[in-house]
């Protein structure tokens, strides 16, 4: 059975940080790139950030969305079955519930996402 489970959401206050982590299971972590997503309400689910799959000569390359990037850092640890979203110098505007993902050819797995509110 496939999951993806994320957390380390919660409120921070502006200019704070915060490490989410999503723990997978059910498939072979290392063979899929993984991603980051955010929906905040009223508005459309955005990639956030993402990072290859280990195998080949591009393994764990990241990319970014230009509003994060500079704050946001992705990362993987295949021995643990996890990925992570290390968030600084948060905005309001990162208000979210942060979803993990993970992708391989045209299968994809979904968490169920974790909340993170930026407020004073």
């Known amino acids: 059975q496939v999951q993806l489970v994320e957390s380390g959401g919660g409120l921070v206050q502006p200019g704070g940080s915060l490490r989410l982590s999503c723990a997978a299971s059910?498939?072979?972590?290392?063979?899929?790139?993984m991603q980051w997503y955010r929906q905040a309400p009223g508005k459309e689910r955005e990639l956030v950030a993402g990072?290859?799959?280990?195998?080949?000569?591009?393994?764990?390359?990241?990319k970014y969305a230009d509003s994060v990037k500079g704050r946001f850092t992705i990362s993987r640890a295949n021995a643990k079955n996890t990925v992570y979203l290390q968030m600084n110098s948060l905005k309001t505007e990162d208000t979210a519930v942060y979803i993990c993902?993970?992708?391989?050819?045209?299968?994809?797995?979904w968490g169920q996402g974790t909340q993170v509110t930026v407020s004073s």
């Open positions: 059910g498939f072979t972590f290392s063979r899929y790139a």
């Open positions: 990072i290859t799959s280990t195998g080949g000569s591009t393994g764990g390359s990241t």
């Open positions: 993902n993970a992708a391989r050819g045209i299968v994809d797995y």
